[in-house]
């Protein structure tokens, strides 16, 4: 089964600088790959997805992620963030052999944006 | 719009009381899951279902029970709430990956749960 490891469990980051979250799975197997978000005592929210095609993936709000099979790596990045992305953020992998398409999950990312 | 909805948002329980937590969806997707998370901390799977009159236990164990009746709706029972059921508890539900492509887990906005 796959894990997930997100490097990071906080990440601190001033409003308008770049921030790049950090997520490594553990299988090079294909597979499907997915980004969501979760503002304060909310569900989650899909930023974004890979399936195949190309590596970079742009998402909603302003996000991107890039693939990298080799490294078997899927990092989201904004390149200016804003107070509003204060967030906790969430990786999730699922294999491609898994018909079910069953989702396993990083222990997420919190991102707290300062002016 | 949301198309998951999980009732009731907030609830405030004593100790010893029988809860049931409701999820309903709306995109007649097979597969359902019940997620426990603590403010802050990763999500644990303790329940799903691939479909009508199918439950499986999740990777972490749980007190709760889950039926599935209806494609739609997934309800969560405590039979006896205790302090440590304090949580949030999100529901989620997805249809598999087909040739069409794979949309994902669509989640609840979840219900908080505060036994005393």
Not at chain 2, 17 to 29: A, F, N, P, R
Not at chain 2, 77 to 84: C, D, G, K, N
Request: charged share 15%; net charge negative.
């Amino acid at each position: 089964a796959q894990s997930v490891t997100q490097l990071d469990s906080q990440v601190p980051v001033f409003e308008e600088a770049p921030v790049e979250l950090r997520c490594n799975y553990s299988s090079s197997v294909s597979v499907y790959l997915f980004w969501y978000v979760q503002y304060p005592n909310q569900g989650l929210q899909l930023l974004l997805k890979y399936l195949s095609g190309s590596t970079l993936v742009k998402g909603i709000n302003g996000f991107e992620a890039e693939f990298n099979k080799s490294q078997t790596s899927f990092h989201l990045r904004k390149p200016s963030v804003h107070i509003s992305d204060t967030a906790e953020y969430f990786c999730a992998v699922s294999d491609l052999a898994d018909s079910w398409g069953k989702l396993q999950f990083g222990a997420g990312t919190q991102v707290v944006v300062t002016p | 719009e949301a198309d998951i909805y999980q009732t009731p948002r907030y609830l405030v329980i004593g100790t010893g009381k029988k809860i049931t937590l409701e999820c309903s969806q709306t995109m007649g997707h097979d597969k359902m899951y019940w997620y426990q998370q603590d403010p802050g901390m990763e999500l644990h799977l303790i329940h799903y279902s691939y479909g009508v009159n199918s439950t499986e236990k999740g990777d972490l164990s749980s007190e709760s029970t889950v039926s599935r009746i209806r494609t739609e709706h997934f309800p969560l029972t405590l039979e006896s709430a205790r302090p440590s059921h304090t949580s949030q508890y999100l529901c989620a539900s997805s249809d598999p990956p087909n040739g069409r492509g794979f949309s994902g887990y669509t989640f609840g906005s979840g219900t908080r749960l505060t036994v005393v």
